[in-house]
């Protein structure tokens, strides 16, 4: 299983970015699905996640400015991101909990996407 993340750039303060992060694999089931990010110098934080059924959470510092979506066709989740702050520069990093059948096997794993870079500028 894997997670390919993009939509990552350079924009200014203000501007608007949507990030992807599509699940490619032998899956069978997805549940939720989540965005972290993390800053330079900082932890890793979660910014959001999608329930499978489609509820949503959401740090306080982005409520409002960020959503997440989610295509269950296509395995994919979405992060449309609005009115971006320069605080809001980080790697954003995809992560799912992802039942797959891997050589016969069910697996159920933690999957993360590698990090798309996201710069704001003031």
């Known amino acids: 299983v894997q997670l390919q993340a993009s939509g990552g750039g350079l924009v200014q303060a203000g501007e608007s970015l949507r990030l992807s992060c599509a699940a490619s694999g032998n899956i069978l089931r997805i549940d939720s699905m989540r965005w972290y990010r993390q800053a330079p110098g900082k932890q890793r934080e979660l910014v959001a996640d999608?329930?499978?059924?489609?509820?949503?959470n959401y740090a306080d510092s982005v409520k409002g400015r960020f959503t997440i979506s989610r295509d269950n066709a296509k395995n994919t989740v979405y992060l449309q991101m609005n009115s971006l702050k320069p605080e809001d520069t980080a790697a954003y990093y995809c992560?799912?909990?992802?039942?797959?059948?891997?050589?016969?096997?069910?697996?159920?794993?933690?999957?993360w996407g590698q990090g798309t870079l996201v710069t704001v500028s003031s």
């Open positions: 992560n799912a909990d992802i039942l797959s059948l891997e050589f016969g096997e069910y697996v159920a794993q933690k999957s």
């Open positions: 999608i329930a499978s059924g489609g509820s949503t």
